[in-house]
């Protein structure tokens, strides 16, 4: 039930585990039909060599990880407020919400409850752009266009490299394959 769930969040927030056992990167949506465009966010932590936590009680076979949670900020709103409080004691370091419809709240109000750990919205929907990218003086968001959720979890992991110089690295490989991948195609042009 939805209060099984909150009461998992806080019981792992108030646990002493080791920080560097537990997720790194929450992602969460809307609803379940939200899955497919986020998982370009899957994605690109995948590429980066990041692992999927599916409970926060297994040991990560990866130094960084990342979780999944459907949260719906009208359907489930204690779950919203649970996850958002939790998150810094939970270890996570930075969040990814993507909601769409009129009424994507859900990266908006994340980033409320959980400030001033970072979150970054993903509109599902290009009409939920305003809804993510509208907020008030002093209550900030990064957001992406809509339904970049690949270029979410890169910025992400940028927010967290700044602490890991390893993910720095993983992140300039990267950056480099793209360059690689270009001058490739480039040059297959003139063969
Ligand atoms: C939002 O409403 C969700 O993020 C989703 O994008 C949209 C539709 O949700 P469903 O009706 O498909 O569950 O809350």
């Known amino acids: 039930t939805e209060q099984d769930l909150i009461d998992e969040l806080h019981a792992q927030a108030d646990s002493d585990r080791d920080p560097e056992t537990t997720p790194d990167v929450g992602i969460i949506m809307g609803s379940d039909s939200d899955l497919d465009v986020m998982s370009g966010a899957h994605e690109a932590l995948d590429t980066l060599g990041f692992g999927e936590q599916t409970k926060y009680e ?38 990814i919400a993507g909601a769409g419809g009129k009424s994507a709240d859900l990266p908006n109000m994340t980033a409320s409850i959980a400030y001033p750990t970072p979150v970054v919205g993903v509109p599902v929907q290009e009409k939920s752009v305003d809804s993510v990218i509208g907020m008030p003086t002093g209550a900030p968001i990064v957001a992406v266009d809509a339904g970049k959720s690949f270029n979410a979890a890169l910025s992400a992991v940028q927010m967290l490299a700044r602490g890991f110089p390893e993910l720095e690295t993983r992140l300039v490989a990267y950056h480099e394959s793209l360059v690689a991948d270009v001058a490739e195609t480039s040059a297959a042009l003139h063969d």
């Open 58 to 95: 297994n040991p990560p076979e990866a130094r960084f990880t990342y979780e999944t949670y459907v949260v719906s900020a009208h359907r489930t709103p204690d779950l919203l407020y649970a996850y958002g409080e939790t998150a810094a004691d939970r270890g996570i370091e930075v969040i």
